[in-house]
């Protein structure tokens, strides 16, 4: 036995699996060529971010795109200093809310599917450990025992001789040559040891990589001796998703662009390890505008940065979702258009069409994709979707949308299923808004006229109409009621007609109905008036035509 297996077998006692066994464990997927496996793999400290989200979707989008490809979440845990409670329910639950299901992974509390787990790296200790060992008795890590203050010594050293690099390396590795008595004398004494990789890397060396996003990269060679193993055996980051991404079997490393100073020493710790290295792609993080310039979103300071924000404000996950993959890939707008029913699945995702840049973050364009989305929905999906989102979120709407299914639905169904539906909505809290004169428990009336009409003749319309309206009416009596009522009160039914020579008119019939609408309504822009007063029935626009009445006298 040589000096580093003994110094192997003096720093893992207890670890009698090897490389080998848990080759065995997890052995290759066995899927057809070219299918893809990835995961999103987040650290349980905080809220979910838009960013995860986005991440999560390019990566299960990347699999998809594959046949029998494979998505997983892997929960990254071993810094429990900055891992909150219940981290990994957030995750799980903000993932689930927007339609992001993995094919295997972990799926809730203590619940995980598939055959490649543990999937939460703080179960994984021993898997680390058999690996750091063989990695030793290779030669290829060793022992660290220099404390805080004697790495800050190393640093100022470093800083007084003006070296370009910084850091654990080189002649400034203090236990890099350490012999293996002085190693064991250490250990046998109970001196608090990480261990490190022996890195074989030469500043003088580069390396090339091609990213799937950001194309060829060129980068100098890793130097530093980094650390692997924590002193409470618990590895890093950088070690644990190498190990991980070898026994998954993960071929595409989907992650945000900050990583990409870090591949030079996961590229060297695949080959270490003897793993093949998987390919990358490096999103480019969603920015915001600020002041005329651009910036990140930021957790501390934009709200629409953690995605509770969307499922309070209630827009549908189909929406959000829509969203990102306009902002995904530049051609999906052009694909939604040519294929308006399609559901989102069926879009050939390209990582390759992704932009290097960052996607600019835009409220008003989420808006307007969500009414979209909103609008070719049945009335039936709207009034489900609104009432799951009032129960949580708005009590009173919740009450009001269920006491009279049949009513809210009728609601909702006005100018729906139409070749140009209208676009009012844009998430479920703009509903109480839009329903609310629909309910007397809601609704606010106001008589604010057009200033084309005066108060005089507003009254006169409405006295006309109270004669001849019925709330049974079909559509085109209903119409032909109040273009009659036009020339005896000095207006025109004819809108083309007021345009030739508005002076010898008050108004068109587009006023009289506005004068209608504004004292059923108190709106001058609602859905279909018919519709609104066949579901309000006689008697409720009876009284509110007459308050109005009153108002004007």
């Not at 055996?233 to 991980?244: E, L, R, W």
């Not at 993959?325 to 989102?344: V, Y």
Request: overall charge negative; charged content about 30%.
């Amino acid at each position: 036995m040589n000096d580093n297996e003994k110094l192997a077998e003096l720093l893992f006692p207890n670890i009698t699996k090897t490389p080998e066994d848990y080759e065995n464990i997890y052995p290759e997927r066995g899927l057809s060529e070219g299918a893809r496996v990835s995961r999103f793999a987040p650290s349980p400290t905080g809220f979910l971010h838009l960013g995860g989200l986005f991440a999560s979707m390019i990566s299960q989008l990347t699999t998809k795109a594959t046949d029998d490809g494979v998505f997983f979440l892997r929960i990254e845990d071993t810094d429990k200093k900055r891992e909150i409670d219940d981290g990994v329910s957030a995750i799980i639950k903000g993932l689930d809310e927007f339609g992001i299901v993995p094919d295997e992974g972990v799926m809730g509390f203590e619940k995980e599917s598939g055959a490649y787990g543990p999937y939460q790296q703080s179960k994984r200790k021993d898997v680390y450990q058999a690996i750091a060992k063989n990695l030793v008795k290779q030669g290829m890590a060793y022992p660290c025992f220099c404390s805080e203050e004697e790495l800050n010594e190393i640093r100022a050293e470093q800083e007084k001789a003006g070296t370009d690099i910084q850091g654990y390396f080189g002649e400034w590795a203090r236990c890099r040559n350490l012999t293996f008595d002085e190693q064991k004398a250490k250990i046998e004494a109970g001196c608090p040891y990480t261990l490190r990789l022996r890195s074989m890397g030469s500043a003088d060396n580069r390396i090339k990589f091609e990213d799937m996003i950001k194309g060829k990269i060129e980068m100098p060679e890793n130097i530093q001796d980094v650390v692997l193993l924590k002193t409470d055996g618990i590895p890093t980051y950088h070690f644990a998703h190498a190990v991980d991404d070898h026994f998954m079997r993960t071929t595409h490393v989907v992650r945000g662009d900050e990583w990409i100073s870090s591949v030079p020493l996961h590229i060297q710790l695949f080959k270490a390890c003897g793993y093949r290295v998987p390919k990358y792609a490096h999103i480019s993080p969603i920015m915001k505008e600020d002041n005329g310039g651009k910036r990140k979103l930021s957790k501390r300071k934009d709200p629409e940065a953690s995605v509770s924000f969307y499922t309070e404000s209630g827009y549908p996950k189909e929406s959000v979702i829509e969203y990102l993959l306009t902002i995904a890939n530049s051609n999906f707008e052009d694909w939604r258009k040519a294929n308006k029913d399609a559901p989102q699945s069926a879009f050939p995702f390209n990582l390759k069409k992704m932009s290097s840049s960052g996607a600019l973050f835009d409220l008003n364009k989420l808006n307007d994709v969500s009414k979209n989305v909103i609008s070719v929905m049945t009335a039936e999906q709207v009034y489900d979707k609104a009432v799951k989102w009032a129960q949580a979120f708005d009590e009173e709407l919740y009450k009001l949308l269920t006491a009279d299914e049949a009513k809210a639905k009728g609601i909702f169904a006005i100018d729906r299923g139409t070749a140009k539906p209208r676009k009012d909505i844009a998430k479920w809290d703009e509903i109480k808004d839009y329903v609310s004169f629909f309910y007397n428990e809601l609704y606010t009336p106001c008589y604010e006229l057009p200033e084309n009409i005066a108060k005089e003749d507003a009254k006169e319309i409405l006295e006309a109409y109270l004669n001849v309206f019925d709330a049974n009416d079909d559509k085109d009596t209903w119409f032909e009621k109040i273009k009659a009522l036009c020339e005896p009160l000095g207006f025109t039914p004819n809108v083309k007609e007021y345009k030739k020579n508005p002076e010898a008119f008050k108004g068109h019939v587009g006023d009289v109905s506005t004068i209608i609408r504004l004292a059923i309504t108190s709106r001058k822009n609602t859905p279909d008036l018919h519709s609104i007063i066949a579901l309000l029935g006689n008697e409720e626009v009876k009284s509110r035509i007459e308050k109005a009445i009153n108002e004007y006298k």
